[in-house]
């Protein structure tokens, strides 16, 4: 029994080995190398150089969370309520920006949001003035938005259906009104979807580069494009680029573990009633 | 009726184009422990809601101590309910299930948790409050839900199938358990329930439902004793049911032969539904009974065996704690007191026969009648 599974689950643990556990090895390697392959920490010391960069794109990745976290949530809630057969055409939908591929989606906001492009020319072609909009923080906010929201709404639709309709009835039975029903029954019954949502979605927004590169101009610089310009591009640099990488994976585990602190559903004390 | 806490008048409620309830009127007293008894489908769990204010009624009012509440929401409404499958909050402990109600009208944590603490020695869980609802047995999840009911005092408590999921033997526990706590508190209970035997034994008053109508309210022994028609007699209990004649007062005409009864006021020659309870037959020789038999069948059912037998045609049940084997000849006598007499009805001639009967597809029916209301 334990060898047959053990077999199953052979091809995994090769892939596993093979792709994630040597590169992150190396990742370690090569963060405390320099050049020649002797140990050094400078390469760690060096990543604090970019701490704005790195505030940069926490702050931009939480802002589009946040974002999408509010506009995921009533749009989740609204396709759990519909009927099955609604439920699975909203999904669908939902998902269908996912079909098209990443680079072309991003592309097109490029010639939306353009000084020249079509929301200006809209604009002026009905006597309003020029909006600056690409090259700007809201502009990779919007990328991120964009990409990453239904990350944020099918784990948050998940949920919400799982949740019976006798609890919340019970709810309103023991004298709930709607806001009740929502703040102290609906919402940390989904607190795993959030959690989940929150997750995929904050994760590959701090550590993108192809938004920021097309919508951010280079103002708006993040981690994922400074490791890129450690490997590809000018300032080649792999050490440091694999410390920025390593400081990185902390704070987001970091931030991890912070999400799961709220996430107290079968924990023995129930400390989300006031 | 001036002392009637619930009032029900002319509701009508229908499903689409289903019509689950339509002219219901009924009238439930303070401290009462009511039970509305019935097959799936008959409207009883529809009767329930529009009491816990979860279904507005297309026509008719319900009425709260004499005010009118139909459009009352159910978060306003001085009536808890108890649910088919718990409804606990997953995401709370025992506690703070309990407190739910308590906590959303402000009462101070002091009230909160020397309430809870009562309420949980009240359902027999003392020491539970920290535990996690889902690491809770059935009945255990239960007394929680009765408790977190309780904790909010309400006028009425609705309770809706609330044994359906628990086995034989707790649910007569929890059966004893439930009417001690009735009493104890004074509240008025209304039981939603298939079971008769659950009604019987709990009730005050039983109102048995079919068709979203009522079809008897009474107390238990009247509606066991006294069904008015076909349907009440078979739903409460086994029953033979024969086609009759009243010859006139007191004096019934059945499976061939003129006996005395205790019925009176249907008029002489009047075509009846007679109903003899399988208890109330006494068997005894072949020889010395007007009516006769060949046993078709026996089944030992613990206390008595259940016998089925033919006569001319018609087959009997009899629950005798004497043995009589298959084949056998045996007579049957029926004395005036074993005899009800009914009207007839439109479920005349549904009921009453156990030509077909067997207990493996009673129960298949049972059963896939309450799958069927699951839906």
Known sequence: MKTKSKLLSAPYSVWMTVFIVVPMVLVVWFAFTDTAGNFTVENILNVGQYSNVFLRSIGLGAVATVISLVMGYPLAYGIAKMAPRRQSVMVMLVMLPMWMNFLLRTYSWMTLLEDNGLINALLTSIGLPRLHMINTGGAVVLGMVYNYLPYMILPLYSVLTKIDQSVIEAAQDLGANSRHVFLRVIMPMSTPGIISGVTMVFVPAVSTFIISKMLGGGGNLLIGDLIDMQFLGSAYNPNLGSAISLVLMVIILICMGIMNQFDDSDGEEGGIMP | ?375
């Open chain 2, 1 to 375: 009726m001036s002392d009637s806490i619930i009032s029900l008048q002319d509701i009508a409620v229908s499903y689409g184009s289903e019509q689950v309830l339509k002219g219901f009127n009924l009238d439930i007293r303070d401290g009462e422990f009511v039970t509305l008894l019935g097959p799936s489908g008959c409207g009883k769990t529809t009767v329930l809601r529009t009491i816990g204010g979860f279904i507005t009624p297309d026509t008719g009012e319900v009425f709260f101590g004499g005010k009118k509440i139909t459009a009352l929401p159910p978060h306003k409404r001085a009536v808890n309910t108890i649910f088919q499958r718990y409804a606990l909050f997953p995401h709370l402990n025992v506690y703070d299930n309990i407190a739910f109600g308590m906590r959303l009208k402000k009462k101070s944590e002091k009230e909160v948790k020397e309430t809870v603490h009562a309420m949980l020695a009240l359902v027999n869980l003392k020491g539970y409050a920290h535990r996690g609802v889902s690491q809770l047995s059935g009945g255990q999840q239960q007394r929680v839900a009765i408790a977190r009911a309780l904790a909010n005092e309400p006028k009425i408590l609705l309770l809706d199938e609330p044994f359906g999921a628990l086995d034989l033997k707790l649910r007569k526990d929890m059966q004893v358990e439930l009417k001690k706590i009735q009493k104890q508190t004074g509240i008025t209970f209304i039981f939603v329930t298939h079971d008769q035997e659950e009604a019987l034994s709990m009730s005050d008053t039983v109102v048995v439902m079919d068709g979203g109508e009522i079809q008897q309210i009474g107390s238990p022994t009247d509606i066991y004793n006294e069904p008015k028609n076909a349907f009440v007699a078979d739903f409460i209990g086994e029953s033979n049911i024969l086609d009759g004649v009243m010859v006139k007062d007191l004096e019934v005409r059945f499976a061939g032969h003129t006996y005395p009864c205790l019925d009176k006021g249907f008029g002489e020659n009047v075509p009846v539904d007679v109903v003899i309870r399988p208890e109330d037959i006494e068997v005894t020789a072949a020889d010395s009974a007007h009516l006769t038999g060949e046993v078709t069948a026996v089944t030992f059912k613990g206390v008595h065996y259940e016998i089925i037998v033919d006569v001319q045609g018609f087959k009997w049940m009899i629950q005798s704690t004497d043995y009589r084997a298959v084949g056998d000849r045996i007579g049957l006598v029926i004395g005036p007191d074993d005899i009800h007499v009914m009207a007839k009805s439109e479920y005349s001639g549904l009921f009453g026969d156990y030509s077909t009967f067997s207990d493996e597809m009673d129960d298949d029916i049972n059963a896939s009648a309450e799958s069927v209301e699951d839906d």
